[in-house]
C-alpha cells in the first residue's frame, strides 16, 4: 500500500519559514525511480503545482509565485522530499499536498492526504 504521509504544517506569521516533509513507503519501484512534487490547494480554488524534483534533484521546478523563496530537495535514501517555505505570505496559505510520478508516467499517480499551511498577516 502506497502511503505519502506529509508533515510540518502549522499557523504561522508572514514573514517567518516552515519547511513541510513528505515520507513515501510501499511504492512499487525505488523512490529514486520517481519524480517528486508538491502542490497546494486553498479555499475555493483549483489545485495547483508549487514545485517539483526529478529522481537525481538535479531539476528542480518551481511555480513563480514561489521561486526564490521555496526549494524542494529530497532524500532517496530516506524516502523523503520536503519543502522548505521562507518568507511565507499570506496567499500562501493552503493545504499542501506532496505527490509522486513514476518516472513512465506523465502524470502524478500517487498524493498524500495533505497538510495545512495558514498564514497570518
Known amino acids: 500500500q502506497v502511503q505519502l504521509v506529509e508533515s510540518g504544517g502549522g499557523l504561522v506569521q508572514a514573514g517567518v519559514s516552515l519547511r513541510l516533509s513528505c515520507a513515501a513507503s510501499g511504492l512499487t519501484l525505488t523512490f529514486s525511480r520517481y519524480t517528486m512534487g508538491w502542490f497546494r490547494q486553498a479555499p475555493g480554488k483549483e489545485r495547483e503545482f508549487v514545485a517539483g524534483?526529478?529522481?537525481?534533484?538535479?531539476?528542480?521546478s518551481y511555480a513563480d509565485s514561489v521561486k526564490g523563496r521555496f526549494t524542494i530537495s529530497r532524500d532517496n535514501a530516506k524516502n523523503t522530499v520536503s519543502l522548505q517555505m521562507n518568507s511565507l505570505k499570506p496567499e500562501d496559505t493552503a493545504v499542501y499536498y506532496c505527490?509522486?510520478?513514476?518516472?513512465?508516467?506523465?502524470?502524478?499517480?500517487?498524493w498524500g492526504q495533505g497538510t495545512q499551511v495558514t498564514v497570518s498577516s
Open positions: 505527490a509522486a510520478r513514476a518516472y513512465t508516467n506523465y502524470e502524478y499517480g500517487y
Open positions: 524534483i526529478s529522481w537525481s534533484g538535479e531539476r528542480p
